[in-house]
């Protein structure tokens, strides 16, 4: 195995993302110090790990590059309830699929 962390890892962060963002959608107010920069600080080693991942064919060091930024977005824009609905889920499917391929082709 190429990765630090495992495809679990990644979907529950990906469960995660998702719970904070309907929070955050349903009027619920992050503190910074207490929910957000803890929650950055541990979940921005998932993003950083995507540099560890194998490539093949698909999943090539550009898409990597992507996922890295679309998910390094995600994990601030999740606690913001104004964060565009429709922008927030083509990013969660983006990355949600990228991580599904790289399961499946154990590149993780």
Request: aromatic share 14%; charged share 30%; proline share 1%.
């Amino acid at each position: 195995m190429s990765s630090e962390y495992t495809f679990e890892d990644y979907r529950h962060l990906l469960y995660e993302l998702n719970r904070r963002y309907a929070l955050s959608r349903e009027g619920e107010v992050f503190d910074f110090d207490q929910d957000i920069k803890p929650f950055l600080d541990k979940n921005k080693k998932l993003a950083y790990n995507i540099e560890n991942f194998n490539t093949d064919q698909r999943l090539t060091e550009k898409v990597k590059n992507t996922m890295f930024e679309e998910l390094m977005e995600l994990l601030m824009s999740c606690h913001i309830s104004r964060f565009s609905l429709k922008l927030y889920h083509e990013k969660y499917k983006y990355i949600n699929m990228w991580i599904n391929h790289a399961h499946k082709e154990g590149l993780i």
